[in-house]
């Protein structure tokens, strides 16, 4: 399996072994975005930040995206779903855990709605019709899954599915779990940023940066051209 492979060969291997045909149901700039309706239920602007926990596979990927997103101020890489004991790459990288490669998404509500995040969640940053699985990871890890802080992220969260499986958005079923979450772990600072100071990676550059091109194409009023990365010097792209 290809997720076995990043592991087994490194990332530059398992990038080539992408590059050569055995990854599939990768985002690519050739393939058109999906662009998906606004949530018909959302919050409404409030003061303060907020935070909100998705997994949708690779967080390299999904870090990147979601710093690109105007009204987010901060993304870590981590892990959700397991004990915090089991929460480090290697442990994690056995697919025993329980945990998730996950992001946590610092934002402001008065600029962000908690349902366009989830929005861009949907149609850009990862296929929540892939189950356990997204494009050439595979594994629990790399699950679709929103983790909710409260019972309002909850609401939202298990509306927007609705509405999205009422329009027949997508020809397969959406298989994204809706969970509490009982606990955010950051990842190693190997694995943060990871898509700003590693643009050049084949594995990068094959999965990740089309989707931040998509954003910018089908949601241009949310795309922010530099990335509110966690040094504070966001790459623009």
Not at 28 to 45: M, Q
Not at 50 to 66: K, M, N, R, S, Y
């Amino acid at each position: 399996m290809a997720s076995a492979a990043r592991r087994r060969f490194g990332y530059a291997g398992a990038a080539l072994i992408i590059a050569a045909g055995l990854g599939y149901g990768l985002a690519r700039a050739d393939e058109a975005p999906r662009l998906l309706p606004k949530p018909t239920l959302d919050e409404p602007a409030s003061g303060g930040l907020e935070t909100a926990v998705l997994a949708g596979g690779c967080f390299w990927g999904q870090q990147g995206v979601f710093e690109h997103v105007k009204g987010v101020r901060r993304v870590v890489a981590g892990y959700s779903g397991g004990e915090k004991a089991t929460a480090t790459y290697d442990q994690v990288s056995t697919e025993r855990t329980g945990h998730a490669e996950s992001v946590e998404i610092t934002f402001d509500p008065s600029e962000l709605s908690y349902g366009q995040l989830l929005q861009v969640f949907f149609s850009v940053a990862h296929d929540p019709t892939e189950l356990n699985r997204q494009g050439p990871d595979v594994g629990t890890s790399y699950r679709s899954e929103i983790f909710f802080a409260d019972p309002e992220q909850e609401r939202i969260a298990r509306a927007y599915v609705a509405q999205l499986a009422a329009a027949h958005a997508f020809d397969q079923p959406i298989v994204t779990r809706i969970e509490p979450l009982s606990g955010f772990y950051p990842a190693e600072a190997e694995h943060q940023d990871y898509l700003i100071r590693h643009p050049n990676s084949l594995y990068i550059v094959i999965n990740d940066l089309p989707k931040i091109g998509n954003l910018k194409h089908i949601y241009p009023e949310l795309f922010n051209e530099k990335a509110a990365a966690l040094s504070g010097t966001g790459a623009a792209l």
